[in-house]
């Protein structure tokens, strides 16, 4: 594989400082990707844990130069690479925090790191996502997240965030193990996102269901 410029870096503690040069970084990917329709709930892609990634090649580069382009024409904070039918544990993310900071990145085979009781702050905003399009939903998650992975080299990193980023970080992992955000509602709530995304129309193009 060839050496990406877009390397990500990584603080002395082991977390990826992902907040540099994001603009630049963004548009390398974006530049060398092409956008791909976004698959929506009931795709079977989407209900399944995804395999693990295990080849960090010029493939997996490409996959995530799509996912940045499909990223930006969705017009998306995160993406999932099921959310483009692909059946492999990455994400990337261009999300900005509470405090108005951008952060991009990647991360392949993310896994959610436990919280103790004293750290888990809910926040329960709005959530939304591409998979279920124009539905929205309040949903209660912790407002701070880490999540541990590899980069598209294959190095560990760990990525931390906290607000909005957080709510991403923890909706993208989710993506990747099986879950829409819709899962974790209400029966009630559920069956209202649902009556939203038929009652409204997408703004990029998706996968139909078969």
């Known amino acids: 594989m060839s050496q990406q410029e877009t390397d990500q870096q990584v603080e002395n503690d082991g977390f990826v400082v992902d907040t540099e040069d994001c603009e630049e970084r963004e548009q390398a990917y974006r530049a060398r ?3 791909r329709p976004i698959t929506v709930v009931g795709n079977p892609v989407l209900h399944k844990e995804c395999k693990d990634v295990t080849e960090f090649d ?3 580069a490409a996959l995530i130069d799509d996912m940045f382009a499909s990223q930006r024409t969705a017009e998306g904070v995160g993406l999932a690479a099921n959310q483009i039918g ?3 544990k990455v994400f990337v993310y261009d999300c900005m925090d509470d405090e108005g900071v951008r952060h ?4 392949c085979n993310p896994v959610l790191e436990e919280l103790p009781a004293d750290r888990r702050v809910l926040d329960e905003s709005n959530e939304g996502c591409l998979s279920v399009p124009t539905a929205y939903a309040e949903l209660a998650r ?3 997240a880490e999540v541990s992975g590899q980069d598209a080299e294959g190095n560990p990193i760990r990525v931390r965030g906290t607000g ?7 909706h993208e992992t989710d993506h990747l193990y099986g879950y829409l955000y819709i899962d974790r509602l209400s029966k009630r709530d559920r069956k209202d ?3 939203q995304m038929a009652e409204g129309t997408p703004r990029y193009e998706v996968v139909p269901n078969a």
């Open 33 to 35: 990707g092409t956008s």
């Open 58 to 60: 010029d493939k997996l």
């Open 86 to 88: 692909v059946d492999l």
């Open 104 to 107: 991009v990145g990647v991360v």
């Open 142 to 144: 912790p407002d701070y």
């Open 164 to 170: 909005y980023f957080a709510r991403c970080l923890q």
């Open 193 to 195: 996102a649902l009556k």
